[in-house]
């Protein structure tokens, strides 16, 4: 059982390059989410998916786009790689019917870490 | 709309000091309460949560309780560790329990 798995774990790009991030999950869990992390902000939701099929923006989207390609998978991408994009990114997974800690809970991945030169 | 306000960090303490990481909330409703910890190089793992006004949410020695009078949600330890070094973020659920909000986190460093 692996959790959340991301990648790649690093990657640096050139401004107007693109590229996808890869997450993956195997909890069954229905709900998926892309988040960026910048010094002193905290975690910021790009899109989430409640549900295969489904995908919603969160806080701060411009600039990527996610494919929910089945239960297990939520890719980001990037068509145009930004500067301002440099960041590191964390997928996470919540909805499972079983554990103690409820459908609420989320459960990260290792991040990416993305630089954009 | 919804948000968490955390203490400003960083927190430097002492092997064996008391913990207190304010955390304070404004939110619709009565949301489920967080805390998540981040050590160096990897993602946020659940520290403790709890789901509803006084509850009291625990782990590693780590506690905390749902104040609803005062929208807040203290994280507290009696006696830190070098290896509790690392970044804490509070964080509540949305009122469609599908999202989470979090603070800004709070870098703890514990000096040996």
């Known amino acids: 059982n692996a959790g959340v798995t991301q990648t790649p774990k690093f990657q640096v790009l050139k401004t107007g390059q693109s590229m996808t991030l890869q997450c993956a999950q195997d909890?069954?869990?229905?709900?998926m989410y892309w988040y960026r992390q910048d010094p002193g902000m905290g975690l910021r939701l790009i899109y989430y998916s409640a549900s295969e099929g489904t995908t919603d923006k969160g806080e701060v989207p411009n600039g990527y786009n996610v494919s929910r390609l089945n239960k297990r998978e939520f890719s980001l991408r990037l068509e145009s790689a930004a500067p301002s994009q440099t960041s590191v990114y964390f997928c996470a997974s919540s909805g499972g019917l079983a554990g103690v800690l409820g459908p609420d809970t989320q459960y990260f991945g290792p991040g990416t870490r993305l630089t954009v030169l | 709309g919804d948000s968490v306000t955390q203490m400003e960090g960083p927190v430097t303490l002492s092997e064996e000091a008391f913990l207190t990481i304010n955390c304070t909330y404004t939110?619709?409703?009565?949301?489920?309460l967080f805390w998540y910890v981040q050590y160096p190089g990897e993602g946020l793992q659940l520290l403790l949560k709890?789901?509803?006004?006084?509850d009291k949410g625990s782990n590693k020695g780590f506690e905390a309780t749902y104040r609803k009078e005062t929208t807040s949600f203290h994280l507290e330890k009696g006696s830190v560790q070098v290896s509790d070094s690392a970044v804490y973020f509070c964080a509540l659920s949305d009122l469609g329990g599908n999202k989470l909000v979090f603070g800004a986190g709070t870098i703890l460093r514990v000096k040996s």
């Open positions: 939110a619709t409703g009565y949301p489920s």
């Open positions: 909890m069954n869990h229905n709900s």
């Open positions: 709890a789901t509803k006004a006084d």
